[in-house]
């Protein structure tokens, strides 16, 4: 990987830059996209800073990284608008990002990656963070990776923006609810590759057969675990970045930032292909 792209780690825990590279090897170098997914499953986040990619370049090395996620009614379908501007219709939803999460969890199969490319970045907008769930799993104890192997949780929509809305609407509830009622995946995720991740988030509203307080209470103290300090790693933005993430062993979330911001993020989804199990 290091004759294709040369990294440069941004903590020790997750995270690294790809130095050296610029638009023309990252759309057309055939050695690329391997070495892309190689880097990403090393490290769970890649930072390609300043590169500069538009919205049909952004589509086209994601295509090179697998299938996209489309949505049949936008400019683009490919491409996710992420604003908080008043006339996007995701403005709500869009406030759980505020909260760690991994994308898909109340779906069978989780998107595998995300790319976000920043177009609009405005003074003292925050950043985002990221965490890597497999390191969660590693830092367990091998008794209590014996113990949470066999346990199962329900993963909700209104467990996300509870948070973000705690005394919410009837109809807001209602249009929570009415998004699906859950999905029941592993605590622990037993990867194809023979890795082992932690299946966390602000989703992960209760654990099956678990007194709901004591469940509630564990799966705070696994995400308080899984995202201390030393364990993240934060990209503050500028016009230009492209981020890539692992969405299946990492988490993330929006830190600090001004709804009445002008910040304005382009966001390509990569198809997930490995069910939880």
Not at 80 to 89: E, K, S
Not at 110 to 116: H, M, S, V, W, Y
Not at 186 to 200: F, T
Not at 218 to 247: F, I
Request: glycine letters at 8%; one cysteine or more; hydrophobic letters at 40%.
């Amino acid at each position: 990987m290091m004759d294709v792209l040369a990294t440069k780690k941004l903590t020790a825990a997750v995270g690294a830059e790809v130095v050296e590279i610029d638009r023309d090897r990252l759309l057309h170098d055939p050695a690329v996209p391997d070495a892309v997914l190689e880097a990403l499953e090393e490290h769970g986040v890649l930072l390609f800073r300043e590169i500069g990619l538009d919205d049909e370049e952004l589509v086209a090395f994601g295509r090179r990284l697998g299938a996209l996620v489309a949505r049949p009614g936008h400019p683009i379908p490919e491409i996710t608008v992420i604003t908080q501007g008043p006339d996007n219709h995701l403005a709500e939803y869009f406030k759980g990002n505020l909260q760690w999460h991994i994308d898909g969890a109340q779906d069978e199969t989780p998107c595998k990656a995300g790319i976000l490319s920043a177009l609009v970045i405005s003074s003292g907008d925050g950043g985002t963070e990221f965490a890597s769930t497999y390191a969660a799993y590693d830092d367990l104890t091998e008794e209590e990776k014996e113990r949470f192997t066999g346990l199962r949780v329900i993963h909700t929509l209104e467990a996300t923006l509870r948070p973000v809305y705690p005394d919410p609407t009837p109809e807001q509830v209602a249009d929570w609810r009415s998004r699906g009622p859950g999905k029941e995946h592993p605590l622990v995720w037993k990867h194809r590759s023979g890795r082992n991740s932690l299946v966390l988030g602000a989703h992960a509203d209760r654990i099956v057969g678990m007194d709901a307080e004591e469940g509630h209470e564990l799966l705070a103290e696994l995400l308080r675990r899984a995202t201390r300090p030393e364990r993240v790693v934060r990209h503050d933005w500028a016009v230009g970045d492209v981020v890539l993430w692992d969405n299946t062993g990492v988490l993330h979330r929006v830190t600090d930032h001004n709804p009445a911001s002008r910040r304005e993020l382009h966001r390509v989804t990569v198809d997930g292909e490995e069910p939880i199990r």
